[in-house]
């Protein structure tokens, strides 16, 4: 696993547009999908991972469960070229990646028109994905692994920040495991329980009625800077028990390629990164939840995950992303209690290096407490915490400047 500096993110953090962009992610796009889709927490927590780290996210539901509006309403609240398609047995390449240009096609040039589609997107979505057939193959596993886009002698870099599938079954062809293989992050999308029907009636006419806020999100620029920040989370400290987990599932049965254990590291930095954190540690691997290949895989997984929980602090609990304590909200209170003892290493007036070192220290866990008061769902407890993060801010510049 690499060893970066953390303390280099920890700067960056304070001093960029990278705490910006990570607090647009949290307020403006995936608090309000929570608030439009309930019940579907988890699948937008692991859309906006796969924002961060690049990587593929597949849905697995039965018709009607929101799949589609879903991944709509998230592509409405980035401000970037959005690229969708329903495909089936028929679907042409011409359908996805766009026609040849018949102006340089009478010049003899074979170069392909793709305004308006796929290779020019930034964020695709492909709904029923395993309906994809042997004409348009080849081109979507390069487009999906490498973010290449070839065509005879064509070839050009793909912008695509991430792709989503969705299909109401797995792959039944042996043909399609190679597509299926693609998306790194798998999660199923079913109907909400009993208890929550009567929130999501009240929440889909409200949908129904007013469209996506597209004034608010996230720019293509801020997940980028996101998405380069990634190389600099420091993943040193869980290299044994993400090693161990990675070990317990091969010998559970569940095949996990080196290739693969090496992309997973991008969505656990994510993780810890859309928590302001610049080290990830044990809570991030709330990841390897979802990397089933069948169903059955998924309670196996979920098992060996709450295994490496056992070891986490209390401090890595506090500045965890939520999907790793199973929705618990985080506890406004504790945040608070966190930021007073920040303000008391603050307080010190020691001028040597162990105070230095400290600082550095409270930068860091002050960028984490930032993002995760966000996470809180009461407004007035939020805006409090808003407020003393802020405040503890001026704090930590008006010493440093000092």
């Known amino acids: 696993m690499p060893n970066t500096n953390g303390r280099h993110l920890t700067a960056y953090v304070d001093s960029s547009p990278l705490l910006e962009s990570i607090r647009q992610l949290n307020h403006d796009v995936v608090k309000p999908l929570k608030q439009m889709f309930v019940g579907k927490d988890e699948i937008i927590d692991l859309l906006s991972v796969a924002l961060v780290s690049r990587e593929n996210l597949f849905l697995l539901g039965p018709p009607g469960t929101a799949k589609s509006a879903l991944v709509r309403s998230l592509a409405e609240r980035i401000d970037g070229r959005f690229f969708d398609y ?6 042409e390449p011409n359908e996805l990646f766009g026609p040849f240009d018949i102006r340089r096609l009478r010049e003899g040039d074979l170069v392909t028109n793709t305004q308006g589609m796929l290779p020019e997107a930034d964020f695709v979505f492909l709904d029923e994905l395993l309906n994809a057939n042997s004409s348009i193959l080849n081109s979507l596993l390069m487009a999906l692994n490498e973010r290449v886009f070839r065509r005879g002698s064509e070839s050009r870099a793909l912008p695509a920040l991430m792709f989503v599938g969705a299909s109401n079954r797995l792959p039944e062809d042996e043909s399609l495991n190679a597509l299926f ?4 992050l798998r999660v199923r999308c079913d109907n909400v329980s ?5 929130a999501v009636l009240q929440a889909g006419w409200a949908l129904q009625r007013h469209s996506a806020n ?11 800077t996101m998405q380069s920040a990634i190389e ?4 040193t400290a869980i290299a044994p028990t993400y090693v161990e987990a990675i070990n317990k599932m091969r010998r559970a049965g569940i095949a996990i390629s080196d290739r693969r254990a090496v992309k997973l590291q991008r969505p656990i930095a994510a993780s810890a990164l859309i928590c302001g954190r610049s080290t990830a540690n044990a809570t991030d691997l709330w990841i390897l939840r979802h990397i089933w290949d069948i169903q059955e895989q998924q309670e196996v997984l979920a098992a060996i995950v709450d295994s490496t929980m056992d070891s986490v602090t209390e401090s890595q609990r506090l500045l965890s992303h939520p999907q790793s304590q199973k929705n618990v909200p985080p506890s406004a209170e504790e945040i608070s209690q966190a930021l007073d003892r920040l303000i008391a290493i603050l307080s010190s007036k020691d001028d040597n290096s162990e105070a230095t070192n400290e600082k550095h220290f409270v930068r860091d866990q002050l960028s984490a407490l930032t993002t995760r008061s966000q996470w809180i769902t009461d407004g007035t407890q939020r805006s409090f915490l808003e407020e003393k993060c802020n405040s503890v801010w001026v704090l930590l510049r008006t010493i440093e400047e000092a």
């Open 181 to 184: 293989d693609r998306f790194l």
């Open 194 to 198: 009993d208890e929550q029907l009567p």
């Open 86 to 91: 329903l495909l089936t047995k028929f679907t």
């Open 232 to 235: 600099s989370i420091d993943l």
């Open 214 to 224: 597209s004034s608010s999100g996230i720019s293509i620029s801020s997940l980028r």
